[in-house]
C-alpha cells in the first residue's frame, strides 16, 4: 500500500467526517460515536493484521476535557498517531494510526475523564490541569507502592515506563507528590532504606493479618518467621510499624490483665490501697470473710501491681491460648499463706514471684499451693511484728484442672495443667508463672 493512497484516503476522510452535522457540547466519553475505516485490501493489510490495521477514529470530546488539548497531542505523538481537532472549542479529535494505539489513547482520555468528572476541588484552588514527566532512578521500585498510594490518595493518574514516571492532575496535586518523591529519594540517598528484623511476641501472633496488612498499607515488604518478622522499606514506616506493634501488644496484655488494674501508674512496684465500700473491696472482702471467724477483722486490703510479674503472667496465659484455641481461660481468685516468708519476698520479686524453689514438699509434691477457703490459708498466714496476719488472694492459672482424691499424684498429668483436690478445696500449680499475688490482706483475729 503506498504511501500517496494512504494519504489520498486520509484527506477523503477528513472531508467527509467535516460535511458531518455537528454534534451536541455535552457528549462524554461514554456517548461519544466512534468511526474506523481499514486502508487497503486484505491483502495489503497483512503486514498490519498482528497490530488491529491502520484505522482512523472520531472521539467527540466531553466539555470538562477542551482545555488539554496540548496533553492530547503529547499522547497521540507518543504513539505515533496522527491527530485532527475540528470545530471550534476542541470538540472533536480525529486519529488515525494503528488499531492498537488507538485503543491506548482511548483508556488515556477514559482515565482523564473520569478524574475530571469528580469535580472534587475547582481550578482556582488547585491550579491547571497539567502532565509531568519525571526521570525514574534505580529508588523507583522500593517505593512504587507508596507512590501508587500517594497519587491515588491525590487523585492523580500516573503511568510509567523503564525510563520515566508520567503524572496527570492539578497542578497542585501534581506539585504535591513531586515534593514526596523528592523525600523518598532523599531518605534512599542517606541511606534511610533499610532492612530490619523485629522480635514479636505470642501476643502478636494473634493478628498477624492485621500486621501485614499495616505494613502494606505503609508501603513495607514483611516476611513472618514464629519469633520475628523481617522488614523491608524506608526508615520512617518501619519507625511507624514498630510503634503499632506495640501498640498491638499493649492492647492484647489489656484484655489479660485482672479488671481492677490502674494502667495510669508507671511505677515498677506499687501497692495501691483499696477503699472499703468499692466494688473491688468487696471482690476480696467477700470470699476471705466468708470462712473466717466472725471476730476477724480486715485492716488494710492492698493491689499489688508488679508490672514485670503481671507481665510473666499473662504471657503464659497467652501461650496456653495460643497453644489450644477456643478452650476457656480457666483463673481463679484463691488464698495463699506464706508462714514464716515475708510476703514482701514475693511480691516485691521482679523474677519469679511465686517460687517453687522454696515450695515444701507437701501430700501432692513440690508445687504451690492455694486455697479456695480463707481459713485454710489462715493455718500458714505470715505474722508481722505488729501481731498482725497476712496473706495472699492471688490470680491463679488452673487452666485444665486434674480433679484427684489420690496422693500418690505428685504432678499435674499431661494435658492438664494443674491438680484441684475437691475434698479439701485446694490447687496445686507446678510452674512458677501459673500465679501472681494480686491482693495482700492484712487482718487480726
Known amino acids: 500500500m503506498s504511501q500517496k493512497f494512504v494519504e489520498e484516503r486520509k484527506i477523503e476522510s477528513i472531508s467527509r467526517q467535516a460535511s458531518k452535522p455537528k454534534q451536541e457540547d455535552d457528549y462524554d466519553l461514554e456517548n461519544a460515536e466512534y468511526e474506523e475505516l481499514s ?3 486484505d491483502e495489503g493489510n497483512q503486514d498490519h ?4 490495521g491502520f484505522t482512523q477514529r472520531e472521539i467527540v470530546i466531553p466539555s470538562s476535557l ?3 488539548r496540548p496533553e492530547m497531542e503529547t499522547k497521540a505523538k507518543e504513539l505515533n498517531l496522527t491527530c485532527y481537532f475540528q470545530e471550534a472549542g476542541c470538540k472533536k479529535i480525529i486519529l488515525m494510526g494503528e488499531g492498537y494505539a488507538l485503543t491506548e489513547f482511548s483508556t ?18 488547585l491550579g491547571e490541569f497539567i502532565q509531568k514527566e519525571v526521570p ?11 507512590i501508587d498510594k500517594a497519587s491515588e490518595t491525590l487523585e492523580l493518574v500516573i503511568e510509567h515506563d523503564q525510563t520515566k514516571l508520567i503524572v496527570h492532575g492539578y497542578e497542585r496535586r501534581v506539585k504535591e507528590l513531586m515534593a514526596f518523591l523528592f523525600e523518598k529519594e532523599h531518605d534512599y540517598g542517606q541511606g534511610q532504606f533499610i532492612d530490619q528484623e523485629i522480635n514479636i511476641s505470642t501476643f502478636h501472633r494473634s493478628y498477624l493479618k492485621e500486621i501485614e496488612k499495616k505494613a502494606q498499607s505503609l508501603g513495607l515488604k514483611i516476611d513472618f518467621g514464629y519469633d520475628m518478622i523481617s522488614v523491608r522499606g524506608p526508615r520512617k514506616p518501619v519507625d511507624q510499624l514498630i510503634l503499632y506493634l506495640m501498640a498491638v501488644e499493649t492492647q492484647a496484655k489489656k484484655k489479660l490483665f485482672p479488671k481492677h488494674w490502674d494502667f495510669q501508674d508507671n511505677n515498677s512496684l506499687s501497692l495501691i490501697e483499696i477503699h472499703p465500700g468499692t466494688d473491688e473491696y468487696k471482690l476480696v472482702e467477700t470470699p476471705f470473710l466468708k470462712t473466717m471467724a466472725s471476730s476477724t477483722k480486715i485492716l488494710s486490703i492492698k493491689r499489688i501491681q508488679n508490672k514485670y510479674l503481671m507481665d510473666q503472667f499473662i504471657t503464659v496465659i497467652n501461650k496456653k491460648v ?3 484455641p477456643g478452650e476457656k481461660i480457666n483463673r481463679e481468685l484463691l488464698f495463699h499463706g506464706t508462714r514464716q516468708n515475708p510476703p514482701e519476698k514475693i511480691y516485691g520479686n521482679f523474677d519469679t514471684g511465686f517460687d517453687l524453689q522454696y515450695a515444701n514438699y507437701g501430700m501432692y509434691g513440690k508445687g504451690l499451693y492455694f486455697a479456695v477457703n480463707s481459713s485454710y490459708s489462715n493455718g500458714y498466714a505470715y505474722t508481722t511484728k505488729e501481731g498482725t496476719r497476712q496473706m495472699f488472694l492471688a490470680d491463679v492459672f488452673v487452666g485444665k484442672s486434674y480433679n484427684s482424691g489420690n496422693n500418690s499424684v505428685v504432678k ?8 484441684n483436690i475437691t475434698s479439701s478445696g485446694f490447687y496445686i500449680v507446678y510452674h512458677n508463672f501459673y500465679s501472681y499475688p494480686l491482693y ?5 483475729c
Not at 495482700?440 to 487480726?444: A, E, G, Q, S
Open 39 to 41: 486502508y487497503g485490501s
Open 49 to 52: 493484521q498482528e497490530d488491529w
Open 66 to 68: 477542551n482545555g488539554l
Open 108 to 125: 488515556y482520555m477514559d482515565s482523564l475523564a473520569q478524574l475530571l468528572s469528580k469535580n472534587l476541588v475547582s481550578k482556582l484552588t
Open 136 to 146: 525514574l532512578t534505580g529508588s523507583f521500585k522500593h517505593f512504587k507502592p507508596l
Open 322 to 324: 495460643e497453644e489450644k
Open 412 to 419: 499435674a498429668p499431661a494435658g492438664y495443667d494443674s491438680i
Open 440 to 444: 495482700l490482706i492484712d487482718y487480726k
